[in-house]
């Protein structure tokens, strides 16, 4: 059976305002509602993994959606973090930051870690996805290009993999191309449909 015969009859509320979020699931040919809601906390406890970060902001995002919740509707929340050198790298405050974040990334490898949270009335799945991201050397021309063109200010880790920067910076990946975009589909559609089906 596919997953969209499967999610007949359910709700499913993207709750993301990442216009990259929407356009991955949209390839998934499920039927859902993108809703956003303000006031989201984005703090976390210091001490937690890279993979335990971005899975706490997830479930933490689901707590602001509870009371849509019936027995036909799941919620998807997401975060995505960049890793370098047991660091998090988050979305830069202005464009100063994004050239600096860019300069730590470039001739380096980095991870990027998406956590996702199902929630439905009766249960919650957390699940992420880690992929490995190589940069060549970039010229401080190519970073002051790409961050003055594409103001790439949304995004963690000052770059999204579907611009510019991707097509001429990034030398290779190990995982999932759309897991950098910010959502791990692949997984995503195998966990919905076990969500389902429990």
């Not at 015969?5 to 216009?19: C, F, M, N, V």
């Not at 370098?84 to 991870?111: F, R, T, W, Y």
């Not at 990027?112 to 991201?133: A, E, M, N, P, Y």
């Not at 790409?146 to 579907?162: E, H, W």
């Amino acid at each position: 059976m596919l997953l969209n015969e499967l999610l007949k009859g359910y709700r499913i509320i993207l709750a993301s305002q990442s216009p990259r979020r929407k356009t991955l699931l949209e390839g998934l040919d499920i039927p859902f509602d993108v809703l956003v809601r303000d006031g989201i906390n984005e703090d976390f406890p210091v001490d937690l993994s890279k993979i335990e970060i971005p899975e706490f902001l997830a479930r933490m995002k689901s707590e602001n959606y509870l009371n849509l919740l019936n027995d036909k509707t799941i919620i998807i929340t997401a975060d995505t973090i960049v890793w370098l050198n047991n660091k998090v790298i988050g979305k830069p405050v202005d464009i100063e930051d994004a050239i600096h974040i860019i300069k730590q990334l470039s001739g380096n490898m980095h991870e990027v870690v998406t956590g996702v949270c199902l929630r439905s009335i009766d249960q919650i799945r957390l699940f992420s996805s880690i992929s490995k991201v190589w940069f060549r050397n970039l010229s401080n021309e190519e970073i002051g290009y790409y961050v003055n063109k594409y103001r790439p200010l949304d995004k963690a880790g000052a770059y999204g993999i579907q611009e510019w920067i991707g097509y001429a910076g990034i030398e290779r990946i190990e995982g999932s191309f759309y897991n950098v975009m910010g959502l791990p589909v692949q997984t995503l559609y195998n966990e919905l449909f076990e969500f389902v089906k429990r």
